[in-house]
């Protein structure tokens, strides 16, 4: 299920991830309940201290995203053509629909939700963090493929120099995005699935915002 969605969110029918990942995460919802995995175990629980914990997550992402702007150094990082060759309007759908509903939806319900409920069920905290977090980073192939043609500055800085390293760009996603899937599912255990959910949304769609608002950055009106 999580495979068909990925190639269908990033290859096939991208404007329609919301649709899709929604289709799925109810689907994921379901096995999970079939098998047994009960709501609480899924992490749906402490709205109240997981939206408290998110929402300081949350204004840490904007703190950085605005240092990380502010410094020259690091300013070349946010941009990123996927956010600069934009509209304002498709910005803003990508910001505020396609990343809640299309992105973070699935990824918080499908990896810390179902699969790791299902799997902390029959083999332990220790394995469902391990093989969830494992397959989220595996996840990211294709958008990370996307990420490293649309900033020329990953390359630079995964591979040493200016030419695009694609494999290195995609290998250095995958570790990254599997070592934050531990920490989502830590998140995950204490506050239940909306602290990670509001982190992981504050990272990617503030990203938009900032790619467009960086000092340099030519974005489309």
Not at 32 to 54: I, P, T, Y
Not at 127 to 151: C, K, Q
Not at 193 to 213: D, E, K, Q, V
């Amino acid at each position: 299920m999580l495979a068909a969605a990925n190639v269908l969110n990033n290859r096939l029918a991208k404007r329609w991830a919301p649709l899709t990942s929604a289709v799925a995460a109810g689907a994921l919802v379901a096995m999970a309940r079939r098998a047994g995995v009960s709501w609480r175990e899924m992490g749906f629980e402490r709205g109240r201290r997981g939206a408290a914990v998110g929402g300081a997550l949350a204004a840490g992402v904007a703190a950085a995203y605005t240092a990380g702007i502010l410094i020259p150094r690091t300013r070349e990082l946010f941009r990123d053509e996927r956010a600069l060759s934009l509209s304002r309007a498709r910005a803003l759908e990508e910001a505020l629909i396609q990343v809640p509903f299309g992105t973070v939806l699935l990824e918080e319900v499908g990896f810390r939700g179902a699969l790791y409920g299902m799997l902390r069920r029959t083999r332990g905290t220790a394995y469902a963090t391990a093989v969830s977090s494992a397959l989220f980073g595996l996840w990211h192939i294709l958008p990370a493929v996307d990420m490293a043609r649309a900033n020329p500055a990953l390359g630079e800085l995964t591979a040493g120099d200016s030419h695009l390293d694609v494999p290195r760009v995609v290998a250095g996603s995958v570790v990254s995005t599997a070592a934050a899937g531990v920490l989502f599912c830590e998140l995950r255990r204490h506050g239940g699935l909306l602290t990670p959910a509001m982190l992981h949304l504050a990272t990617n769609s503030l990203g938009y915002l900032f790619a467009r608002i960086a000092p340099g950055t030519r974005a489309r009106s």
